[in-house]
């Protein structure tokens, strides 16, 4: 199937650092979505994206559609505890509405 | 507006019994996704529906699964018979058609299952 690679696996930062992390694709995708989830829960949607090159912002959380539009990257600033989670990238080509997800990032803030 | 529901939350039941997990998507969405997520393979698309069909079932690990969608507001996902290997966390998502968000998927709290 299709693969989606996240990086990094994981990540352990200090409360109040930026975080980065990013999802490539050797196919070209329409549309990105980014997840966050906390265990024992479903994913959660963050963000968006429907066009390359856009960049959009949901509170603290920043992502952008790559210009080639085989990645996209998320952004979190001045990170907080309850930022801890797994990210997930998804994509989806055109002519369906199946998405593909990646491997996730899991987060740990450390206070 | 309530969001995804499934049930049970949890099941434990013993190998060779049947397991039927049950999904409400969000009421106006016409698609529906099953999802299997474990440690190992992560989050896998089982199969999806769109207007109560199945469109893909290709993530379908064999002919142990099947899924049903009889009307807009349910679906089920049976396993029989159930094998200690299907053991994961079940989610169901749902999403619509229309712009301007069209295909953004809503996941449910998941059922968690466990095959002794």
């Known amino acids: 199937g299709q693969q989606l690679n996240q990086s990094p696996q994981s990540m352990f930062i200090q409360e109040g650092e930026d975080v980065s992390m990013n999802c490539t694709s050797s196919?070209?995708?329409?549309?990105w979505l980014w997840y966050k989830q906390d265990p024992g829960e479903g994913p959660v949607l963050l963000i968006a994206?429907?066009?390359?090159?856009e960049l959009t912002s949901n509170g603290r959380l920043t992502a952008q559609f790559g210009i080639t539009r085989k990645d996209s990257f998320l952004n979190i600033s001045a990170s907080i505890p309850s930022d801890v989670g797994i990210y997930f990238c998804?994509?989806?080509?055109?002519?369906?509405?199946?998405?593909?997800f990646g491997t996730g990032t899991s987060l740990t803030v450390i206070p | 507006d309530a969001g995804v529901i499934q049930s049970p939350r949890h099941e434990v039941t013993e190998m060779g019994q049947e397991v039927t997990l049950r999904c409400k998507p969000i009421?106006?969405?016409?698609?529906l996704f099953w999802y299997r997520q474990t440690m190992m393979r992560g989050l896998e698309l089982l199969i999806y529906?769109?207007?109560?069909?199945?469109?893909?079932d290709s993530g379908m690990p064999e002919d142990r699964f099947s899924a049903k969608m009889p009307n807009a507001s349910f679906s089920t996902l049976k396993i029989q018979p159930s094998e200690p290997r299907d053991s994961a966390v079940y989610f169901c998502?749902?999403?619509?058609?229309?712009?301007?968000?069209?295909?953004?998927?809503?996941f449910g709290p998941g059922t968690r299952l466990t095959v002794t």
């Open positions: 529906f769109n207007n109560n069909v199945p469109i893909d």
């Open positions: 998804a994509g989806q080509r055109s002519g369906g509405n199946q998405f593909y």
């Open positions: 196919s070209i995708f329409n549309t």
């Open positions: 998502a749902s999403s619509h058609d229309n712009r301007p968000r069209a295909y953004e998927q809503y």
């Open positions: 009421s106006g969405h016409n698609s």
């Open positions: 994206l429907y066009k390359a090159g």
